[in-house]
T-cell receptor, first 115, second 110 residues
Framework: EPEVTQTPSHQVTQMGQEVILRCVPISNHLYFYWYRQILGQKVEFLVSFYNNEISEKSEIFDDQFSVERPDGSNFTLKIRSTKLEDSAMYFC?????????????FGNGTRLTVT | DAKTTQPTSMDCAEGRAANLPCNHSTISGNEYVYWYRQIHSQGPQYIIHGLKNNETNEMASLIITEDRKSSTLILPHATLRDTAVYYCIVPNFGNEKLTFGTGTRLTIIP
């Protein structure tokens, strides 16, 4: 069964550094998402992406965050200048249609640790 | 997303059926009920979804009441690997996101 893959599985970075988290969504999916989960807290929506542009973003997704689908297969999340509070699990997801019409398929996440 | 209410935690004996309830009294006529689960720090995993009729797949069954204000996820023969947090979500039309609550922490007891 096709799956969403994320790399790296664990990323450690220093505060103020830029990080790029990578995802390969399922190949025939058209909608792409990033979620995050701070340890012990709920899974939170960050951003959705469709037709090469952001379709919705949360308050968390400020100017320090950006997403890109550079080559038709990868989907990346960039954090320009990491903060301690960015430490979390970051999950990529994809779907065939919008969330109310089709299930999301999630990757197993990247654990980001900011020191 | 329409508000959902789930018990905080449940236990179930291994091999028995696990029945996880969810209330979604504000659901609209065209909104689906989705169930996901998250096994210890892994990514959320889609289980099943339905609109009005009961649904069954290789993982679970979903029973939706006739008024659609509540549903029950049934894992027919629970195994230790079914220990997870289970989320009942009703996405709103026009939203591009799922809103995860705290879900039900299901523990399968050997």
């Amino acid at each position: 069964e096709p799956e969403v893959t994320q790399t790296p599985s664990h990323q450690v970075t220093q505060m103020g550094q830029e990080v790029i988290l990578r995802c390969v969504p399922i190949s025939n999916h058209l909608y792409f998402y990033w979620y995050r989960q701070i340890l012990g807290q709920k899974v939170e929506f960050l951003v959705s992406f469709y037709n090469n542009e952001i379709s919705e973003k949360s308050e968390i997704f400020d100017d320090q965050f950006s997403v890109e689908r550079p080559d038709g297969s990868n989907f990346t999340l960039k954090i320009r200048s990491t903060k301690l509070e960015d430490s979390a699990m970051y999950f990529c997801a994809s779907s065939v249609r919008t969330v109310e019409n089709s299930p999301l398929h999630f990757g197993n996440g990247t654990r980001l640790t900011v020191t | 997303d329409a508000k959902t209410t789930q018990p905080t935690s449940m236990d179930c004996a291994e091999g028995r059926a696990a029945n996880l309830p969810c209330n979604h009294s504000t659901i609209s006529g065209n909104e689906y009920v989705y169930w996901y689960r998250q096994i210890h720090s892994q990514g959320p995993q889609y289980i099943i979804h339905g609109l009005k009729n009961n649904e069954t797949n290789e993982m679970a069954s979903l029973i939706i009441t006739e008024d659609r204000k509540s549903s029950t996820l049934i894992l027919p023969h629970a195994t230790l690997r079914d220990t997870a947090v289970y989320y009942c979500i009703v996405p709103n039309f026009g939203n591009e996101k799922l809103t995860f609550g705290t879900g039900t922490r299901l523990t399968i007891i050997p």
